[in-house]
């Protein structure tokens, strides 16, 4: 043999020796290379897991685990003491859950801080804290207001309880011979005050009882109409339903004549000085005084609705009409100069703003086979008070989803397909600063990459049925959790489970589902929304409001809201928290275990129908007469629903082995949603880009449908700025057009999305 054949047969030998090592190497890796993480050999291996559903027995697991005494406790530790936002407490708190996700087994946990301008009254000198008062002709206090709200429970002895305030009010020492009755302080109430009465607002204070609308909404209405000064009460008529005879706190859960409701008049989200961008060591920030910064320029201040019956005792002028009386055992008037000649009223407000820190902190468990997909659950952390209801019930529920959940991970039991992330938010209460600003910083990932928010701001507010707030991709996510977990009312055997109670008490508009409100701006799912056009949830049991119509629970925000009203009042045993603690558990599990993201686009089409039959009855003639052609809007809406019926035919035929068919739908599902934003914004409203959903322009708490539209044709008609209201009208129209059309164009082939 030649050495040329030699050599030949040398290296075809050490080749095939070379590609039986390899293949021995590559069956080891498969073998052992692919565990779990633990090493837990008997599970399935990423390969496998690719395009493996969740297991639905883990489902059960963590529905059972779920333990009502354990929330208690965590309820009873976190309400033991104020902590508001920015304080040591508020750090105190945030480090303590940190400390728990660590050993509960959560994989990764953060503290994110951010330096933001907050705002709180003196509480250092009597002399200057805030307070009412009314003189009389020869300037003697007859009367003042109290500082505080009075003990009633030895539970609520503690210290560094912040007086009644309203932050960000303008600090002022002003004074009026005037005093006047706004009802609830509407739009329409200072219509009707101009239209009924020759009272003018102007240089005056005013006086107007909560609810309705969010309390920011009406001191900026007072200020634009020209009043130096604004007082906010409680009246018994919304806050406790049989008025000033009603059983109360500490005996039950209806306000006291003293409670007194705190909270924030600021109208935007985040941090005042750094709109649209994060409150970071080096962020650039606004001077208080810049127009931007939008801060109160009214002078405003809380009381009890035994302060206002004494201030309204003092009040001259007509009656009021029936629909502007409340429940006080008082005739209501209007108002003017006080009946007593030469008698005044004093408001000496020293509420400040300062930069401080608030703190973000956040557990997460890896997911196995997308850990860049997010499901977040989020929560706020600071109350005005002791804030067992707001928020500390919601606080208390989302430890022990956390615990349950990073139990199964660390014992190896269970780790889901997705990331999910656990958010605890700071100065939730002072306009949503917390997640606002962590939105601003990361909002860029976010928009790629999570899948949803689910937030639980208060888990029980009443002991009646669920009740949730969404967008419409996570309907059916919502109802399949719900018609799980058994009834927790056990005196309605007739309602099995959440979900047969819930559309029992609050059903749809056809009475086949229950209702799932929109969203306002109530809580920290709205940046989410309106900045990012992610799919929010928010959940929480709540009261009989077909029978009671209260504008909220009774004792909102007022130092009140202790351990004891949800221990031996609202929700004994505390089944009601379990509840909830079940129902946000397995909506989480379901989204972030599931081979395909279980969003239901014919829901969204389905919601975009009714929004735009709805835009036609308010505004369809109106805006016909005016050159709309509103049929364009019913054409792009025949297209979307056609679009979801295609999409939804792939999703059922679709082969569920093949794993880039799979992620490319969930591609698809996860983009819907921000497809329904604008990067320019609503006219007017840069940082709120969802088209669809946002906060009303007039009240802040209250969701509006096609928001750019509504606020343009609120009162368009006999404006003194009609003809330039209708030219953004219908350059908004035409933009809701192109939007629709695009987000139908996304449900498409990958590969021909063009019409």
Not at 173 to 182: A, G, M, P, Q, R
Not at 426 to 443: D, M, N
Request: aromatic share 12%; charged share 20%; glycine share 8%.
């Amino acid at each position: 043999m030649n050495p040329h054949s030699q050599a030949k047969r040398r290296v075809v030998l050490w080749t095939l020796i070379a590609a039986a090592v390899g293949l021995g190497f590559g069956m080891i890796i498969g073998r052992f290379g692919f565990l779990t993480d633990k090493g837990d050999q008997n599970a399935p291996g990423i390969s496998d897991a690719i395009v493996q559903d969740g297991n639905p027995a883990i489902s059960s697991e963590i529905i059972g685990q779920i333990n009502s005494d354990n929330i208690r406790q965590y309820l009873r530790e976190l309400s033991e003491l104020p902590h508001l936002a920015g304080t040591s407490a508020d750090y105190e708190q945030a480090k303590g859950l940190h400390d728990f996700w660590k050993s509960v087994g959560l994989d990764e946990v953060f503290i994110t801080p951010y330096e933001v301008l907050l705002s709180y009254p003196d509480t250092n000198d009597e002399t200057k804290m805030n307070r009412i008062f009314v003189y009389n002709s020869t300037d003697h206090v007859v009367w003042q207001s109290a500082l505080y709200e009075p003990i009633l429970d030895p539970s609520e002895n503690k210290s560094n309880v912040v007086p009644p305030f309203n932050a960000y009010s303008a600090p002022g020492d002003i004074n009026s011979t005037d005093l006047v009755y706004v009802n609830y302080g509407r739009v329409e109430d200072y219509r009707w005050l101009a239209n009924n009465t020759n009272i003018s607002i102007t240089g005056k204070i005013v006086l107007v009882r909560y609810g309705k609308i969010f309390r920011g909404d009406k001191a900026h209405l007072a200020h634009l109409h020209g009043a130096k000064g604004i007082i906010m009460y409680s009246d018994p008529a919304d806050y406790a339903v049989d008025g000033e005879n009603s059983q109360v706190y500490p005996h039950d859960w209806w306000l006291p004549d003293t409670g007194t409701q705190r909270g924030t008049i600021f109208l935007r989200n985040g941090d005042p000085l750094t709109p649209g961008y994060p409150a970071t060591e080096n962020a650039y920030r606004l001077n208080e005084s810049d127009p931007e910064a939008q801060l109160p320029k009214i002078t405003a201040h809380p009381i009890g609705y035994g302060v206002a019956k004494t201030l309204i005792g003092y009040m001259s002028g007509d009656e009021v009409p029936d629909s502007w009386k409340g429940a006080l055992n008082i005739t209501y008037r209007y108002g003017g100069q006080l009946k007593d000649s030469g008698w005044w009223v004093r408001m000496r407000i020293s509420t400040k703003n300062e930069r401080r820190k608030t703190y973000n902190v956040f557990g997460l468990i890896r997911g196995k086979v997308e850990p860049d997909r997010y499901v977040l659950l989020g929560n706020h952390r600071d109350a005005w008070v002791f804030g067992a209801i707001d928020p500390s019930s919601g606080t208390a529920v989302m430890k022990e989803v956390s615990r349950v959940m990073g139990n199964l991970v660390q014992s190896n039991k269970w780790r889901p397909r997705r990331t999910i992330v656990f958010c605890s938010w700071g100065a939730e209460e002072y306009g949503l600063i917390g997640s606002t600003e962590w939105i601003e910083q990361y909002v860029k990932n976010l928009a790629s990459r999570a899948v949803a928010y689910l937030n639980v701001d208060i888990a029980v507010e009443g002991n009646y049925s669920i009740r949730s707030l969404g967008t419409p991709l996570l309907n059916a996510a919502v109802y399949d959790a719900t018609k799980k977990i058994p009834n927790p009312d056990l005196e309605h055997t007739t309602t099995k489970t959440v979900f047969d109670r819930w559309l029992s008490s609050f059903p749809n508009v056809n009475n086949t589902l229950p209702r799932i409100s929109d969203m306002g701006s109530g809580s920290d799912y709205a940046s989410f929304i309106t900045q990012v056009g992610l799919p929010c949830l928010d959940i929480g049991y709540t009261y009989n409001s077909n029978r009671y119509k209260i504008s909220s629970y009774p004792l909102y925000h007022s130092k009140y809201e202790t351990f004891k009203v949800l221990d031996e009042i609202m929700d004994r045993g505390f089944k009601y928290h379990r509840a909830v603690g079940q129902t946000w558990a397995e909506i989480a599990r379901n989204l972030a275990d599931s081979l395909i993201i279980p969003f239901k686009v014919q829901d969204y089409a389905d919601k975009l129908d009714n929004l735009v039959k709805q835009l036609d009855t308010d505004f369809g003639h109106l805006m016909r007469r005016n050159g709309i052609q509103f049929e364009l809007l019913y054409n792009v809406s025949r297209l979307f629903t056609s679009e979801t019926a295609a999409f939804q035919t792939y999703v059922d035929s679709v082969d569920k082995k093949d794993p880039f068919a799979i992620r490319k739908i969930n591609d698809q599902l996860l983009q819907l949603e921000r497809a329904f934003t604008d990067s320019l914004g609503l006219p007017g409203r840069p940082l709120a880009r969802h088209v669809l959903f946002a906060e009303s322009s007039v009240n802040t708490y209250a969701g509006s449908s096609f928001p750019g539209l509504a606020d343009g044709m609120f009162e368009i008609e006999g404006s003194s700025d009609e003809q330039s209201r209708w030219n953004i009208v219908k350059k908004h129209f035409t933009v809701i057009l192109h939007t629709i059309e695009s987000a139908a164009s996304t449900l498409r082939d990958v590969s021909k999305f063009m019409s």
